[in-house]
């Protein structure tokens, strides 16, 4: 069911090799053990799914782009400002300035692909880590952001009034509850399944994380699809600041550190290596989906709302674990089944 | 043989990464169906030379030509694309990606209709498959299956096996027999020949002087980046072989301090 191109037949071997397989139990027991506690409390109403799926949806289409690069190797951490520098430039540009929407998106989007282009232009031409290259740059966007809002309009919040199809298209609800940031989750999940796992780019991804210098030199191209993948990860990131300023009507410049963690945390949770070369598109989905439930779904539970930073916690201890047994489980079951 | 008009060929190639000087004028020639021995002692520059013919490097002076013309290999994928395969002395294969995935890195099949191109997993695993165990690696039946749990050997003789696939004209293995067992090395040496009979221009790095003699037309040793002898087969017996792979010392000599 969650097979990117394994083996055809459903064997116990590769069901563990399948590194998606234990994202989807860990959310499937997490999901139940909520809802056996929330079942009187709402856990399972429209209103109680909605809630975490929409909390999803944002998280979501930002740490996919991030588990790419966690497979090549690579993390970023600027997108915590890079939210709050995309909402605030389409709130300026189409809010105060009353420029139509799509320019505002369109510059929003521009800004987070500039960002991602400078994330990996340093990384692919320095040989300083991407963890500190993209902390600096979390801090200096955000204190652009900061700078420039009291610059253009004089204080670090506004609002955006998008016309009634944006709204529709981007901020709407549907189905009782669920935000069109979930469909356009939805949509970015597809995209992304086919670009990993079928595309022919993806093995390069792969190949990236699993052996770069052996990967340039079969003719990757590894400084340009470096490059792509950032600029990928900020735009995304950009996409999703846009939905949240179009869905609340306004956008605030304070950097959302929350975000990294959370990003982080999906992926890992999702069963991508942090040192690279593994990972599934719809291992973080899972992720995704059990940090939401942990950390917005508590609320439609009897479980105090406090424990739920605890079991985040406990969880990504152990997923790292377990992320580490798989690997051994995936390089050493072919070995002890060879003897034919 | 030799008279025919080189594949490949470098022309007073130097090479230096920034105040390191790696490879001094290098000049070498390799025609079609015939096997160049590279022979050196450690850190001699056998590798940097063949990233060169590999399009890893870009020599700092001198002139790489191919077929009598001059050629730039700026990046890997020239070299490829010139029928140029290079097995590489470390790494080649990723050990959390599949046999055929590995086998086909960097070109990959695909299959599907207009731009909607989808990695033709089918294909792959099954060329990848009959390509190993064409290398006498028999026990490896599923493309499927991760690298990562091959022996060394086995992911060697994958890298092997990927190269003579891809290299149309020129084959380039730095040290391929230093991970194999005696089966598999002389499987190694076994396909260099044949290499050579479907007439590609083979260039071989080793330290072990019988899989030298058993394979090479030629020899060039490698001393601290310099050119210190080349020759033909037959030209020098096997003690000076062995002696010249030392880098220039006896092997005798060698021999007495290891006594001490
Ligand atoms: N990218 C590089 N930057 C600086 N120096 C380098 C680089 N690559 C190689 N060298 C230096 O060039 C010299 C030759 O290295 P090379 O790998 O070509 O040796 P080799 O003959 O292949 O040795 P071995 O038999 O151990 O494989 C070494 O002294 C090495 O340190
Ligand atoms: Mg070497």
Redesign the interface.
């Known amino acids: 069911m969650v097979a990117p ?3 055809t037949k459903i064997s116990f071997g ?1 069901i563990m ?1 399948n590194p998606a397989a234990g994202a989807f139990m860990g959310f499937a027991l997490v999901f139940i053990m909520f809802a056996i506690f929330g079942y009187q409390r709402n856990f399972l109403s429209v209103g109680g799914v909605s809630t975490w799926v929409n909390f999803a949806s944002t998280v979501g289409m930002i740490a996919i782009p991030v588990g790419f690069l966690m497979i090549a190797g690579e993390l970023d951490i600027s997108t915590g400002a890079v939210l709050p520098a995309s909402a605030m430039t389409v709130a300026i540009t189409s809010g105060y300035f009353e420029l139509p929407i799509m320019v505002g998106i369109i510059a929003a989007l521009s800004v987070g692909a500039l960002i991602g282009w400078v994330n990996g232009m340093i990384v692919t031409r320095t040989q300083v880590p991407s963890f500190i290259v993209t902390l600096a740059t979390l801090f200096a966007v955000a204190g652009l952001t900061l700078s420039l809002s009291i610059f253009f309009i004089n204080t670090t919040q506004t609002s955006l009034n998008a016309p009634e199809w944006a709204k529709a298209l981007f901020g709407g609800r549907a189905l009782g509850g669920f935000r069109s940031s979930v469909f356009w989750w939805l949509g970015m999940v597809g995209v992304f399944v ?1 670009f990993l796992h ?3 780019w ?3 991804v ?2 990236l994380g ?2 770069q ?8 191209p590894t400084r340009r699809l470096k490059i792509a993948l950032f600029m990928l990860c900020s735009t995304s990131t950009a996409f999703a600041g846009v939905l949240q300023t179009i869905q609340f009507n306004a956008a605030t410049s304070q950097a959302n550190f929350g975000m990294i963690f959370n990003t982080i945390i999906a992926v890992v949770v999702g069963g991508a ?1 942090l040192t690279g ?2 990972g599934t598109v719809l291992g973080i989905v899972f992720g995704t989906l059990t940090l939401s439930v942990v950390q917005q779904g508590i609320g439609y539970t009897q479980i105090d709302r406090n424990l739920s930073f605890l079991i985040i916690g406990v969880m990504l201890l152990v997923a790292v674990l377990m992320n580490e047994t798989f ?1 051994k489980l ?6 002890s089944k ?1 003897k ?1 | 043989m030799s008279e025919k008009s080189p594949v490949i060929e470098l022309r007073n190639v130097d090479k230096s990464f920034g105040p390191i000087d790696v490879l001094h004028d290098i000049s070498l020639k390799v025609s079609a169906g015939e096997v160049l021995c590279l022979l050196g002692d450690n850190g001699a520059g056998k590798s940097t030379l063949i990233k060169i013919l ?1 399009g ?1 490097h870009q020599p700092t002076r001198g002139n790489i030509l191919m077929d009598g013309e001059e050629i730039a290999l700026n ?3 020239d070299a ?1 694309g010139r029928g140029i395969a ?1 097995v ?1 002395q ?9 046999i055929g ?1 590995n086998f ?5 099949p ?1 299959k599907g209709f207009g731009p ?4 033709d ?1 089918k294909k792959a695993n099954q060329i990848a498959v009959e390509q190993v165990q064409s290398m006498g690696i028999t ?4 493309g ?3 690298v ?3 022996s060394g050997g086995e992911r060697q003789s994958l890298a092997i096996a990927r190269a003579v696939y891809f290299g149309a004209r020129v084959l380039i293995l730095d040290e391929p027999t230093a991970a194999l067992g005696v089966k598999q090395a002389a499987h190694v040496l076994k396909i260099v020949n044949e290499a050579k009979r479907r007439g590609l221009a083979v260039i071989f790095i080793t330290h072990q002087v019988m899989h030298a003699m058993a394979v090479g037309d030629h020899f060039a040793v490698l001393i601290r980046g310099s050119i210190a002898a080349d020759f033909q087969k037959g030209e020098k017996s096997r003690e000076d072989i062995s002696d010249l792979m030392a880098g220039g010392e006896s092997m005798a000599e060698l021999e007495a301090k290891i006594e001490n």
Do not use: C
Request: zero cysteines.
């Open positions: 191109p394994t083996s590769s090799r086919y079928y595309s022919p993806g093995n390069w792969f190949a699993g052996d210098e052996s990967a340039r030199n079969a003719g990757i290596l070369g593994f690997r995936a390089t050493n079951w072919s070995t060879k034919k | 590999a890893v990046r890997p994928r490829q290079t590489h470390f790494g080649g294969t990723y050990p959390l990606m599949s995935r086909f890195m960097g070109v990959e695909t909607i191109r989808v990695f997993r026990r490896i039946t599923d499927d299956r991760l990562g749990g091959l």
